[in-house]
């Protein structure tokens, strides 16, 4: 599994950044100083601030998960410990008319809030916080290099952001991305998996089934949240030969 992130200009000066590694991941790549950032065009401070703060998002909910992976099994203990206790507080303590099912609502009611709360709690906690404060400082020190190919697929997409999508679709089965530079390390896979976690593997299917049917352009465009990325998509993989 590739440690890359993926930077590339969208339409209007915004950084697009793509990356194949889950939140959970991404985190304990920076934690062994695994993470490459590569990029086509180079970017001035503002647009590298602007990188930086997506990264940190993926930072914060990658820390998240991992939280809720390594305390799982004891805010589910600690859980049915407050269920239980509020079963037999329900039940011989607090006496209603209707047995069993009132105890058994609240005490799951119950249950369920203190996961919450005992989540959150941990979350707010010195450890979370220092962990948060340990990722911003390792994804700071991510080395970001240039590469030819990520360029050429940048200029590709800001056409398809450029042009009408009639028109696209006129010349679409003429219209091929064929980059001079080789993709020599599967950066071309990398950016099609992380599209399809953003916009959906099915939603890229029926995408592409439409924009070779005529039809209204305004049903194709709300298939998918990002259409040139999703026209992208498309012609990357045939130029993989998918």
Known sequence: MSNRV?????????????????????????????????????????????????????????????????????????????????????????????????????????????????????????RMVQKRIDVKGSIDRVEFRESLFLRELELFLETLEQRPLDKIRENWTREAYHP????????????????????GRRALARFGRLIRRSGPSGIITKTVSDVPLALLYHKCRESLGV
Do not use: C
Not at 9 to 14: L, N, P
Not at 44 to 67: A, N, P, T
Not at 182 to 199: F, H, V, Y
């Open 6 to 126: 993926l930077i590339l200009h969208r339409e209007g000066g915004e950084m697009d950044v793509f990356a194949s590694l889950s939140p959970s991941d991404f985190v304990t790549a920076l934690e062994e100083n695994r993470v490459e950032g590569y990029f086509g065009a180079y970017p001035d401070m503002k647009q590298i601030e602007q990188v930086k703060g997506k990264l940190y998002v993926l930072g914060e909910e990658g820390s998240r998960l991992q939280l809720g992976e390594r305390t799982f099994y004891l805010r589910f203990g600690l859980s049915v410990l407050v269920f239980l206790a509020l079963f037999y507080f329900f039940s011989y303590v607090v006496h209603d008319p209707v047995p069993l099912v009132d105890e058994v609502a609240l005490s799951l009611g119950g249950a369920f809030l203190f996961s919450l709360w005992h989540r959150r709690r941990l979350e707010r906690g010195v």
């Open 180 to 199: 001079s530079a080789e993709d020599n390390t599967g950066m071309t896979a990398e950016i099609l998996k992380s599209i399809e976690q953003r916009l």
